[in-house]
């Protein structure tokens, strides 16, 4: 089992060949080819191998399926026998990805 964990928008995703992910968004047009170099640690078959941060050289090869916007999250601040309230919606823009390629050493 190949896997890699990797690091981008301030969060950490644990990713196979053929993972679709939503990560925060990224720069680029649908079927954009991204490469994500944060890679944290990668495993291929009984191999295993973490970085200290970072492995060298791993890098993880993901096409942009999409632009998309996440859940709606509704944030309401109130103060009871004060007549205040205030209701804010937000839906954070994602980039959704679909993982291609695993590379240990990213000279393929």
Do not use: C
């Not at 992910?21 to 954009?32: N, Q, R, S, Y």
């Not at 601040?77 to 291609?100: A, D, E, I």
């Amino acid at each position: 089992m190949t896997y890699a964990i990797l690091a981008t928008g301030g969060k950490q995703y644990k990713v196979s060949p053929g993972t679709l992910l939503d990560v925060e968004k990224l720069e680029g047009a649908e079927g954009t080819e991204v490469r994500l170099a944060e890679v944290l640690a990668i495993r291929k078959e009984e191999r295993f191998e973490a970085g200290q941060p970072l492995v060298k050289g791993a890098l993880v090869k993901a096409k942009i399926v999409g632009q998309v916007k996440g859940p709606k999250v509704i944030n309401f601040k109130y103060k009871r026998r004060k007549g205040y309230h205030r209701k804010v919606g937000h839906r954070q823009p994602l980039t959704r990805l679909m993982v291609v390629e695993i590379l240990e050493n990213g000279a393929h």
